[in-house]
Antibody
Framework: EVQLVQSGAEVKRPGTSMKISCRLS????????IHWVRQAPGKGLEWMGR????????LYADDFQGRLTIAADMSTDTAYIELYSLRSDDTAVYYC?????????????????WGQGTHVSVSS | QSALTQPASISGSPGQSITISCSGTSSDIGNYNYVSWYQQYPGEAPKLIIF???KRPPGISDRFSGSKSGNTASLTISGLQSEDEADYYC??????????FGGGTKVTVL
């Protein structure tokens, strides 16, 4: 069974940056794309981007272009998200999730496994 | 890119059926059958309940069903139960290879 374990909560000042990790176990890391999704307090889910651990290729939502880096380390089966120039509206729970980038009888570009979430608070 | 459009809230009595709509465009839902639905309880991570428009992962109740017509996907919950009270989100693959979520629907069981 796939398990995703994320790093712990963070408190940040506006203008600084944050880095969260997500370690996968239970299945080959290279089988999946790792996506990052965030949820501001009382708000909905927002897709941020994803990385293909095989080649490190990342794809980002338009809203985060230039302010976000998503990377993966195949040696430790860990994905990372780094968000720069933090603002108060970046306060959210950040989730990583797995996706198999193809369709079969059991999957089709969906987020099957999720991390437990990492709370990030941005405040002066 | 704007989120997919879902009703903010839907309520129903136990035993009833409710349907949550998820409206997109020809750049996402209308052009791909890569629509999925997620159930989220407060303080928990989302859980996949429907993938590929209408398929259920193992262990998901057959009271949950999905469909799609044109640019709109739908999730139907039949035989509503108190445990179905949660937030529900649709998601779609897009023409730009990105993913897009709906704004979420809060389901209340009366």
């Amino acid at each position: 069974e796939v398990q995703l374990v994320q790093s712990g909560a963070e408190v940040k000042r506006p203008g600084t940056s944050m880095k969260i990790s997500c370690r996968l176990s239970g299945s080959p890391f290279s089988d999946f794309y790792i996506h990052w999704v965030r949820q501001a307090p009382g708000k909905g889910l927002e897709w941020m981007g994803r990385v293909d651990p095989d080649d490190g290729e990342a794809l980002y939502a338009d809203d985060f272009q230039g302010r976000l880096t998503i990377a993966a380390d195949m040696s430790t089966d860990t994905a990372y998200i780094e968000l720069y120039s933090l603002r108060s509206d970046d306060t959210a729970v950040y989730y990583c999730a797995t996706e198999k980038p193809y369709c079969s009888s059991t999957t089709c570009y969906d987020f099957k496994s999720w991390g437990q979430g990492t709370h990030v608070s941005v405040s002066s | 890119q704007s989120a997919l459009t879902q009703p903010a809230s839907i309520s129903g009595s136990p035993g009833q059926s409710i349907t949550i709509s998820c409206s997109g465009t020809s750049s996402d839902i209308g052009n791909y059958n890569y629509v999925s639905w997620y159930q989220q309880y407060p303080g928990e991570a989302p859980k996949l309940i429907i993938f590929n428009v209408s398929k259920r992962p193992p262990g998901i109740s057959d009271r949950f069903s999905g469909s799609k017509s044109g640019n709109t996907a739908s999730l139907t919950i039949s035989g509503l139960q108190s445990e179905d009270e949660a937030d529900y989100y649709c998601a779609s693959y897009t023409r730009k290879l990105t993913r897009l979520f709906g704004g979420g629907t809060k389901v209340t069981v009366l």
